[in-house]
């Protein structure tokens, strides 16, 4: 069982997150990333631009509806947009969610009958809605504009998935909105299913995505809000005083969304990894560097905080980090940061090859010496989906016993276990600062290392 599994190597597509436009979704959990609306709306492509329009236009034809008489047909669209589970965007750990309230979503539709601005002309950026109705966070804004760019989502997922050779079936698609008709409707679509529940998935461009909406209410309430106008001295500030304000006084909104749209060059999309830079790299080898070996002030601690932080960024993008991981053996606690193997590089081929690796183990020892009973840990570790190839993270070389034990576990049962060790790790550190080279053929070349000393 593959530990944090995604969709493609699902299916035997091994391409790094970094070489795909798409956010790859996982099996079991969301991608804890948003599509803001407003990416689109400052993109220079004129394919982003009017797809904006789009979601505006079907947005404020919410409001069209309220005001020709069709309440209940606008309440029943937001509820339906309010979720879109095909896309796993969001922290939910089930890939469900659930939908806005028949109350929220009128509350909601108020806005187009009390604030004259959206009374007149409708929403420039639906976002706002943040601003107005308690409830509504990043996860309801991102559902929203899915359903409603849900068409041009599962054309680019079919697009994408004939272009990685992933297997899509015909399965009716939920809550696709239809221009034409102004409204929801179901298709039977060609779009990829989750192995397990057979239900669609579908893809979102990585340019869309940010841990947080450009206009949000955290921001407005730090940069735009008249606190003091709201509430006097000595007066609680509630969200609930500072919503109903704005209900009342659409200027103050206003003058945010302009200053946001004025500064939308500082609007990108967040990365799913982002790697820390040389420098923060130096320091944290310099601190690993200083730490005892052994547990004491909490050194162990440390030392698997730094390496956690410092291993991902230095193996990026050739191996996607899935997740640290802690695990007792025989009451012994033991952290292992797990890869994703890409197979993007001769040596990754390699590993998956010769020792079945679809993820790679780095176990990480604060000793002053690893001994046996550590090699026998991570050898019965190494089997299954994770591979029979491992690698330790410790402060000095394997001692000549052990040395011998890692040969042995090769001779005898094919798996091979390498060591990375402070000199290898600031090795890796000066090549990912210089960037002549990649700091992964540090890791080739203790593997070669140890070739040499199996028969």
């Known amino acids: 069982m593959l530990l944090r599994p995604r969709f493609t190597e699902h299916h035997n597509v091994f391409v790094p997150q970094a070489e795909l436009d798409f956010a790859i979704p996982f099996l079991d959990e969301d991608i804890p990333l948003y599509l803001d609306p407003f990416l689109l709306w400052k993109s220079p492509s004129y394919q982003d631009k009017a797809l904006h329009q789009l979601m505006i236009a079907a947005f404020n034809n919410l409001g069209n509806l309220v005001k020709t008489g069709n309440r209940a047909t ?28 028949q109350a929220k979503a009128e509350e909601i539709l108020n806005l187009f009958e009390h604030v004259p601005r959206y ?81 669609p998935v579908v893809f979102v461009p990585k340019r869309w995505l940010r841990h947080t909406p450009w206009i949000n209410y955290d921001s407005y309430f730090k940069e735009s809000c008249p606190q003091d106008d709201i509430a006097h001295q000595g007066e609680e500030l509630t969200r609930v005083k500072v919503l109903t304000y704005n209900r009342q006084n659409y200027g103050a909104v206003d003058e945010y969304i302009r200053q946001r749209e004025r500064t939308a060059e500082d609007c990108v999309n967040d990365p799913l990894f982002k790697q820390i830079p040389a420098l923060s790299a130096k320091r944290k080898m310099n601190a690993i560097r200083k730490l005892p070996t052994g547990k004491t002030d909490g050194a162990d601690i440390d030392y698997e905080k730094h390496i956690g932080e410092l291993l991902p960024t230095l193996l990026y993008p050739h191996l996607d980090f899935a997740q640290d991981q802690a695990r007792t053996e025989s009451g012994v606690s033991i952290r292992d940061l797990i890869f ?64 011998k034990a890692t040969v042995d576990l090769w001779s005898g049962q094919r798996k091979a276990i390498i060591t990375l060790t402070d000199e290898d790790l600031e090795q890796m550190v000066e090549v990912f600062e210089s960037k002549q080279r990649s700091p992964i053929d540090v890791v080739v070349k203790k593997y070669a290392e140890f070739k040499r000393l199996c028969p």
């Open 74 to 101: 606008a309440a029943k669209q937001l509820v339906a947009a309010s979720e879109c589970d095909e896309v796993g965007l969001g922290t939910s750990a089930s890939k469900k969610g659930i939908r806005f309230s």
């Open 119 to 199: 009374r007149e002309h409708g929403f420039r950026h639906f976002e706002e809605i943040q601003l107005f109705v308690d409830g509504v966070g990043k996860d309801r804004i991102s559902d929203i504009a899915c359903n409603f760019l849900k068409s041009f989502l599962i054309d680019y997922t079919y697009q994408e998935c004939r272009s990685l050779g992933i297997p899509t079936s015909k399965v009716m698609v939920s809550t696709i909105y239809e221009p034409s008709e102004a409204t929801f409707v179901s298709k039977v679509c060609d779009v990829p299913v989750h192995p397990v529940t057979n239900t």
């Open 340 to 403: 994703y193997n890409s197979r993007t590089h001769p040596f990754l081929l390699e590993m998956m090859d010769d020792y079945g690796s679809r993820q790679l183990v780095f176990e990480m020892k604060n000793v002053a010496r690893l001994e046996r009973k550590h090699v026998d840990q991570l050898n019965r570790y190494l089997k299954d989906d994770l591979g029979k190839f491992g690698v330790f993270v410790t402060r000095h070389p394997l001692l000549k016993a052990e040395q």
